[in-house]
């Protein structure tokens, strides 16, 4: 007799199974996300990409748990190290998020609060998980937004979000996801809204500080160049579908669905 038994290195970090989410409209039921399934291992970066209104978002927001009505999961698994998401109690979701999957959206705006300088919403958030001084707290808060290349931190800290450019605000909410050390971080179109230059910064510094932590990341897109080089797997999503997934090389090298090989086509 064999046996097979499942060690922690084997159980992936997110493994997403059949994942659907519908939304009520006037028209009727709409499947935004219709059996979604991919695997993300530790440290990888997965880059979602996929034209407007495809659904990744949704995808996004279904995986964490902040699908509101008239939107809901109505089928599928979301196993973050074994253990379904889904099934999981709000409270306990939220705390889980807290410690060990941080999303960022496409406005920092969502992740800043407008009426506290950086450094009071970062202190904050450091000392809601970790039992550390106030000064110990600035001080991680300081070094992470170091890692991400901002120049004079301490500058930064002091501001409120309106004294800060947007590549700047995005780039605290960017350190903001990243200061707990999450296993896992999603990232919806973060830099869409930002000018090429500074998107291309930021993509590497993202890139940089999750190899340096073993962060593994899904980073959202439209655009397939963006993710084409910071991601280690593309998945593709088209109506509400993955219709692709693979390596970064094999999508863009030997696309098998033709709606890639568009995306592919109209690169420059
Ligand atoms: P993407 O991020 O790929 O651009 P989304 O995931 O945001 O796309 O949305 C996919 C589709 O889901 C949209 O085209 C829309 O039809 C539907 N959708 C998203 N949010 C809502 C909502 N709040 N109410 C109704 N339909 C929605
Ligand atoms: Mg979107």
């Known amino acids: 007799m064999t046996t097979t038994a499942?060690?922690?290195?084997?159980v992936p970090l997110l493994e997403v199974r059949g994942l659907r989410t519908q939304f009520n409209t006037r028209a009727g039921v709409l499947p935004v996300v219709d059996g979604v399934s991919f695997t993300l291992g530790r440290g990888k970066v997965l880059g979602l990409?996929?034209?407007?209104g495809s659904g990744k978002s949704v995808t996004g927001f279904s995986i964490m748990g902040l699908v509101d009505?008239?939107?809901?999961?109505?089928g599928g698994e979301v196993l973050f190290k074994g253990q379904d998401l889904t099934q999981m109690q709000p409270s306990a979701l939220r705390q889980l998020?807290?410690?060990?999957?941080?999303?960022?959206?496409?406005?920092?705006?969502?992740t800043l609060n407008p009426v506290l300088r950086v450094d009071t919403q970062m202190v904050e958030a450091v000392r809601a998980h970790r039992k550390v001084s106030h000064t110990q707290a600035w001080n991680h808060a300081r070094d992470t937004l170091g890692l991400?290349?901002?120049?004079?931190?301490?500058?930064?800290?002091?501001?409120?979000?309106h004294q800060l450019s947007g590549g700047m605000r995005q780039r605290v909410a960017i350190a903001i996801a990243m200061l707990h050390g999450p296993d896992l971080i999603i990232a919806d179109e973060p830099t869409t809204a930002l000018d090429v230059t500074i998107q291309a910064q930021i993509l590497s510094e993202v890139q940089k500080l999750v190899r340096e932590r073993g962060t593994s990341l899904v980073w959202i897109s439209h655009d397939l160049s963006v993710v084409a080089g910071l991601a280690d797997e593309i998945a593709v999503m088209y109506a509400g579908r993955i219709v692709e997934h693979g390596s970064v090389d094999d999508v863009l090298d030997h696309p098998q669905h033709p709606y890639t090989q568009g995306l592919i086509g109209s690169l420059p």
């Open 97 to 110: 998020q807290g410690d060990r999957i941080a999303m960022i959206f496409q406005d920092p705006m969502a």
């Open 49 to 52: 990409v996929g034209e407007s």
């Open 148 to 161: 991400m290349g901002i120049a004079s931190p301490e500058d930064r800290l002091r501001a409120y979000p």
């Open 69 to 74: 009505a008239p939107g809901k999961v109505v």
């Open 6 to 10: 499942t060690t922690f290195a084997e």
